[in-house]
T-cell receptor
Framework: DTGVSQNPRHKITKRGQNVTFRCDPI?????LYWYRQTLGQGPEFLTY????????KSRLLSDRFSAERPKGSFSTLEIQRTEQGDSAMYLC??????????????FGPGTRLTVT | AQTVTQSQPEMSVQEAETVTLSCTYD???????LFWYKQPPSRQMILVIR??????QNATENRFSVNFQKAAKSFSLKISDSQLGDAAMYFC?????????????FGGGTRVLVKP
């Protein structure tokens, strides 16, 4: 049973460039979540998918951010025209749709974005 | 909106001793879940313990236990027989009940230092 994986683990980009991150959830998990964590803070919710449907988006997710989960498996998070304030750790988590402890979310290692 | 507050930015404990981390939350819901997550330095978030609000009995996982006071909206974590590997950031998190797939709301975290 492999855990949640995220790629790349680190990304350095120049302001104004576009970046895309990938998350592969645990194989039998139907739900997938994206969070953002800035240094010294707790993670903040960005968006959530159930299968391929994006069911909730935070107001933190500006129009420069877009997330997809086209086949209900892996997900991508794209940030267009990056700004220095986008520098953060982007965390992905997944959970089961049904069954015992289906409310538990399991996290990946994150992608650390640095915008210079 | 739900909020989670961790009032202790940092706690220090001697190896083999006990440390208690505080967490309070604000909600108008009666059905919800509470969690403690551990985030070691440069490593991914790990679920330590969970508590369903409808359960009166406090959850226990090996050396980790909680004191859940629903009326006071308090959810503290006790780490017994502290080990060097317990050194990490600890985050308290809230999830509303009702519809499945709800997001986690995190506190600001408490850094635990373990002295040998």
């Amino acid at each position: 049973d492999t855990g949640v994986s995220q790629n790349p683990r680190h990304k350095i980009t120049k302001r104004g460039q576009n970046v895309t991150f990938r998350c592969d959830p645990i194989s039998e998990h139907n739900r997938l979540y994206w969070y953002r964590q800035t240094l010294g803070q707790g993670p903040e919710f960005l968006t959530y998918f159930q299968n391929e449907a994006q069911l909730e988006k935070s107001r933190l997710l500006s129009d420069r951010f877009s997330a997809e989960r086209p086949k209900g498996s892996f997900s991508t998070l794209e940030i267009q025209r990056t700004e220095q304030g986008d520098s953060a750790m982007y965390l992905c988590a997944s959970s089961r749709l049904q069954g015992p402890h289906s409310y538990e979310q399991y996290f990946g290692p994150g992608t650390r974005l640095t915008v210079t | 909106a739900q909020t989670v507050t961790q009032s202790q930015p940092e706690m220090s404990v001697q190896e083999a001793e006990t440390v208690t981390l505080s967490c309070t939350y604000d909600t108008s819901e009666s059905d919800y879940y509470l969690f403690w997550y551990k985030q070691p330095p440069s490593r991914q978030m790990i679920l330590v313990i969970r508590q369903e609000a409808y359960k009166q009995q406090n959850a226990t996982e090996n050396r980790f236990s909680v004191n859940f006071q629903k009326a006071a909206k308090s959810f503290s974590l006790k780490i017994s027989d502290s080990q060097l590997g317990d050194a990490a950031m600890y985050f308290c998190a809230y999830m509303g009940g009702g519809a499945a797939g709800n997001k986690l709301t995190f506190g600001g975290g408490t850094r635990v230092l373990v002295k040998p």
